[in-house]
């Protein structure tokens, strides 16, 4: 049975998963980089961002964590906010998301929206998919383009939310950074009690991993 | 030089410190139980309470920081509604705290209050002293009392707020517990990013320990 899985969502101390006045300037908020230094303190992160490895991987825990957390993934959903920063009516088809001429999927994303657009073909496997008929609608989309496989909620926060919060998402791992952001955007607020269980804790020398999932009959 | 030091304070995975709606039958908030069943997992924890230890001691990590978390202190802090849960005037000096004929202080105690009343003397040589002019002269007093020996702020959540708040807190263990409360009492809102910064990060198999200390120079 194919699953919806979260990974890997960055959350404060005070438990903000991004910083507040979030702009083209500060795609995760003011300060909320602090939330994804551990990322690029790791082999896994540095090659996403074309640096140089090997001289220092980082904590084996979180590589491991951050690179296996597209196995078994068929697509992935996200929010229109981690697209791109353009608000609104689709000014032209100029933006093509944060991650150059390759996304790092290769496999088909939709994007949730409340403005129509063609779908949008890039290199090496991914295709954005822009859905304009809701979160279920996507989610029904995406599960019928992973043909058995998983389906990945990629984010932001308030797109996690949305299907936590009605009772969609299977498996969650959540890595909590121990800093604190004093404002931003909240992980889990409205969730109520009982969505999620804590499965196992891990702690790495940077962030502390838990590990959720939907209760038993949930 | 003598510290102020805040330790063993459980915070759900969603930010809250207590539940929601404290009242006499609900001295955590609703569901605010969830946040302290590792410490009764511990022998330190059934030992407070009078329950028989040595089956299953729970986790070594747990039961360390537990039991050394009073080390060095010479007087502790708390809000009134830690004492007890009588709001408004003392109708008279009937309670004594939630800890008995021998409470497990064995110092002062300085207990912030809106209404003055007599300080009470207990068995063991807790000393509970009602301070209505505020959390700085508190401070001053418990200091003073402790001789040269640490403070520790108690609780509530919001007396420990308010001490971070100001910048008077040196040193701060979190116990992050994978639960959602849902609403209740934060822990660190209005706290601002700087006031502490994370030193180290453990896991035990039911909580993570987080270390906190105010940064050099603040």
């Known amino acids: 049975m194919a699953k919806v899985r979260v990974h890997n969502i960055s959350l404060s101390l005070d438990g903000y998963a991004a910083g507040p006045d979030q702009d083209l300037e500060h795609p995760l908020g003011v300060g909320g980089e602090r939330l994804h230094e551990w990322v690029f303190a790791t082999d ?11 001289d220092d991987p980082g904590p084996a825990l979180d590589n491991e964590l951050l690179g296996t957390a597209d196995d078994g993934v068929g697509a992935t959903i996200m929010g229109r906010n981690m697209f791109g920063p353009v608000r609104g009516e689709w000014p032209d088809e100029s933006w093509t998301g944060w991650w150059g001429e390759e996304p ?3 496999h088909p994303v939709f994007v949730l929206t409340h403005h129509a657009r063609p779908s949008l073909e890039m290199a090496g496997g991914t295709t954005f998919h822009f859905v304009t008929d809701g979160f279920e ?3 029904r989309q995406a599960l019928a383009a992973a043909d058995g496989l998983d389906v990945r909620i990629g984010g932001g926060p308030s797109t996690i939310q949305q299907y936590v919060r009605a009772g969609l998402v299977d498996e969650m791992t959540v890595a909590i950074v121990p800093v604190l952001l004093g404002a931003g955007e909240r992980l889990f607020d409205g969730v109520g009690t009982d969505a999620l269980t ?5 702690a790495s020398p940077a962030v502390v991993h838990v590990r959720l999932a939907r209760p038993a009959g949930a």
């Open 104 to 106: 790092p999927y290769h």
């Open 198 to 202: 804590a499965v196992s804790l891990q």
């Open 44 to 54: 896994f992160g540095r090659a996403m961002i074309g640096q140089p490895t090997g």
């Open 137 to 139: 609608s996507a989610l």
